[in-house]
């Protein structure tokens, strides 16, 4: 079958730069995951790096040119591109600290103003390789948590915002507590009738409009995840905040710039995203999870069964469950595929309650029948 799962098709060189560096030849059976390099690069981006690579432009000319782009495809006022979605957190929430005031932009992170607290559900204060906390507290600001762990309630929210507040911070992520937290509007709503601007983290998210439709001030995507461009984070909204952001590459925000390279490379990705055909992307996908349930089905060690994305993208995983007294533990089995050879990595950040999940957004074509066959060895043999 046509195993080929990625954002556009995409042959495999028969040169693997990954054997001549020494690394290994894995399989990404987890996702867009940052820690195996996030997403296969369409063609596009590709194209249009290789492109503008040797060539010499006017900077400031180009970043007008991305912050077309980046609003034609979100339907923002203005967008803006940084180094990755973590720096562009960063610089929303520093633009929301200094607006677009040079002196205070240069002072960063040294306090520049009576605004310096950024409200964040406690639900909501994930880690991602980093902390969100510290995302936020490189700007000099700090982190206010609002409610528990496991509630937020809006009276929280709303006594919450002082003179101090600068921001808040909305998380949209499968990390975060998916039950019993203010929903995106409520937090809007609270927020902006006392002034104070609400940024959303949508870092892995499909949907590139609907979070500034329903009240967001600004929006941070990833550059390099479902769009599949290069390291790269994409922020998107109110045209004020959005060149208060740009305009931290002045301060904090210097090192986290991108080259040419990269905004030539998002910009040819966010035009590839307009013409892509999901649905067969999907139809692709469903032929790998059936693949899957299929070899599965024969083996007495492992429950599966199809699980949706907890924060409404539209794909499918496959949850591998490991029940006790098989044998096997959900981690040794998770463990086993990813020494076999070829490597399957799999989603298994919660093997410790017991299962894995099988993410095919990210195979090369032939690589569904491998992950299957290591299944097979790791259950069978």
């Given at each position: ?16 730069i ?10 990404n ?12 690069m ?15 432009v ?25 180094a ?8 929303a929430?520093?633009a ?5 005031r ?56 709303d ?7 600068a ?8 990390m ?34 609907g979070?500034?439709?329903?009240g ?9 995840k ?17 060149q208060?952001?740009a305009?931290?590459?002045?301060g ?52 599966c069964?199809l ?12 949850r ?15 463990d ?46």
């Open positions: 079958m046509d195993a080929f799962l990625g954002p556009a098709p995409l042959q495999l060189e028969t040169r693997d990954r054997r001549e560096l020494g690394l290994r030849p894995i399989i059976a987890s996702g867009t995951m940052t820690v195996l390099g996030a997403s296969i369409v063609p596009e981006a590709i194209a249009a790096m290789a492109a503008i690579a040797g060539q010499f006017e900077m400031q000319h180009l970043h007008q040119l991305a912050s077309d782009a980046v609003a034609k495809a979100t339907g923002a006022e203005a967008g803006f591109i940084t990755s979605c973590a720096s562009a957190i960063t610089l929430v520093a929301t600290l200094t607006s677009d040079l002196l205070a932009i240069e002072r960063l992170p040294d306090r520049v103003g009576p605004k310096c607290e950024v409200l964040v559900q406690l639900g909501h204060m994930v880690g991602y390789g980093a902390s969100l906390a510290q995302t936020i507290a490189i700007t000099g600001a700090r982190a206010v948590t609002v409610g528990t762990v496991n509630m937020a309630r809006d009276y929280q929210l006594e919450a915002i002082t003179e101090r507040t921001c808040a911070v909305f998380v949209v992520s499968h975060t507590v998916q039950h019993a937290m203010l929903g995106l509007e409520q937090v809007c709503r609270i927020c902006q009738a006392k002034g104070v601007p609400v940024i959303v983290d949508a870092a892995s998210e499909y949907d590139l409009r979070f500034l439709v329903r967001a001030d600004l929006v941070v995507y990833s550059g390099h479902f769009l599949g461009g290069p390291t790269s984070g994409i922020v998107a909204g109110q045209r004020a905040l959005v208060a952001a305009l931290q590459n002045c904090i925000g210097r090192g986290m710039k991108v080259g040419k390279e990269s905004i030539a490379g998002v910009m040819a990705a966010l035009q590839a995203w307009g013409q892509r055909d999901h649905q067969a992307i999907r139809a692709r996908e469903r032929q790998a999870l059936e693949l899957w349930m299929q070899v599965l089905a024969a083996s007495a060690d492992v429950d069964r699980v949706t994305d907890p924060t409404g993208n539209p794909l499918d995983r496959l591998v469950s490991v029940p006790p007294g098989s044998g096997w533990t959900a981690r040794r089995l998770a086993a595929l990813a020494a076999a050879d070829p490597p399957v990595m799999v989603r298994d950040y919660q093997t410790d309650l017991g299962y894995f999940d099988l993410d095919p957004c990210n195979l090369h074509p032939g690589e569904a029948e491998k992950v299957a066959q290591q299944l097979v060895a790791c259950l069978y043999l």
